[in-house]
């Protein structure tokens, strides 16, 4: 099944060989959305026409103000789609059905969710960087984000090691991919960042400008050894419970990540997959400007799916979206947490290094194991049965919530 996108790149190109726009024309293609709605309408129910019909819909009013009747079409469609492929013994989609799963989920909410209350926005509370691993994990667990002052002193030996001319000297040999806002993909990619390609390391560590960005880099995966022993778990982190699986499930080795910045590259608005949390230390830089959503105000920021992949991608910039609840300026030295599924988006002032996980504890337990239970593979559930084995024991899980 063709994407809408996928199928207006082709347009575009056709339309350009053939002279009737310019390369650098953005052409209106609200026809060709309508003509491809048409003729889908006037096809018999199928699966593929039905999963086809919802993405059109989807993509056709994604700049309409008022486009809940068709995404509440779109979702029904996508809903019909998916139950009809699970009763199917030989259906080999498994991708598309979690994909589907997830978009219904989005495109209901933004078709019917109540706009919430509208709140001011406000700083992003602090905590002394003594703070208990329960005082930052009651802040998750109420889906607020915290910054514990001092904190990224204690996940690194010493700050000194991070600095970029640092850096240069241990993972300079190396090459990594490089991203950037202006690469290929970046229109639909996500965080707004798209793949420079594989570049070496040595000369962007020395000089990081140009508007590039090293983005969540695996250290386990990547670092030499004497470089990881710099690395410290600190206090807050220590009741990961994803830590704690072994190393035949996914995200397996893939953090603590490496984060580093040119000035004005900058993280869009986006949701960490998977129901995640996310922490993020900075221990060099610069400053890293934050601004963090309310989980129930995603639907209110225009989501969207990236091409061929499962991540929604936001676009707050526009008038109207909601606007965020909460904003912070990271100092080198400061850790931010923000909970799961809750959008934020990030901006780099001047030179940033920082280090950054995902993680588990018993406050989004049970929505990661949601989602593994949605991806449905073998390494998914052998995670989501250890990750829930791990919540029931109950020790060491802070804010463990009721099951439902
Ligand atoms: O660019 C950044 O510092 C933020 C990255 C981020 O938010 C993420 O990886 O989830």
């Not at 056709?60 to 103000?65: G, H, L, S």
């Not at 969710?113 to 009651?138: C, F, G, H, N, Q």
């Not at 040595?202 to 030499?224: C, I, K, M, Q, V």
């Not at 499930?249 to 590259?265: D, I, K, Q």
């Amino acid at each position: 099944m063709d994407l809408p996108q996928a199928v207006i790149a082709r347009w575009k190109r056709r339309e350009i060989r053939e002279g009737r726009i310019a390369a650098s024309q953005d052409p209106d293609t609200s026809d060709l959305c309508r003509s491809e709605i048409e003729q889908l309408r006037g096809q018999r129910p199928s699966i593929d026409r039905d999963a086809s019909l919802a993405l059109w819909l989807e993509h056709a009013t994604r700049n309409d103000a008022d486009r809940r009747d068709a995404l509440e079409e779109a979702a029904d469609l996508l809903t019909r789609a998916t139950v009809i492929a699970e009763r199917r013994d030989q259906y080999d989609g498994l991708d598309d059905l979690r994909r589907w799963r997830r978009r219904t989920c989005y495109l209901r909410d933004c078709a019917t969710a109540p706009m919430p209350e509208a709140a001011a926005t406000e700083e992003v509370p602090r905590l002394e960087k003594d703070a208990s691993a329960a005082a930052v994990a009651a802040f998750l667990a109420r889906g607020e984000p915290v910054l514990v002052e001092g904190g990224a002193d204690a996940c690194v030996a010493a700050r000194g090691a991070w600095a970029p001319a640092a850096l240069a000297a241990s993972l300079g040999a190396k090459s990594a991919p490089l991203k950037a806002a202006d690469a290929p993909s970046s229109g639909e990619s996500w965080a707004g960042l798209g793949t420079k390609g594989q570049l070496p390391l040595g000369a962007f560590l020395e000089r990081p400008d140009e508007g590039l960005y090293l983005h969540d880099w695996s250290l386990p995966r990547n670092a030499p050894e004497a470089l990881l022993d710099e690395l410290r778990t600190p206090r807050w982190l220590r009741g990961d419970l994803l830590r704690r699986c072994g190393d035949d499930v996914p995200y397996a080795g893939a953090w603590p990540s490496l984060f580093v910045g040119a000035p004005g590259t900058r993280s869009t608005c986006h949701v960490d997959s998977g129901s995640l949390h996310f922490a993020m230390a900075l221990v060099h830089g610069g400053a890293k400007k934050w601004r963090v959503w309310r989980r129930e105000d995603a639907a209110f920021l225009y989501p969207r799916f990236a091409v061929s992949a499962d991540d929604v991608l936001f676009d707050a910039a526009r008038a109207g979206a909601a606007q965020p609840r909460w904003v912070v300026c990271q100092k080198p030295g400061d850790i931010v947490f923000v909970p799961s599924d809750c959008p934020h988006a990030v901006d780099n002032d001047g030179v940033t290094v920082g280090i950054a996980t995902n993680f588990v504890d018993g406050s989004n337990v049970d929505a990661v194991a949601a989602s593994l239970a949605d991806a449905g593979d073998a390494a998914s559930l052998r995670l989501r049965q250890r990750l829930l084995a791990l919540a029931d024991e109950g020790e060491d899980v802070p804010a463990k919530r009721a099951r439902v």
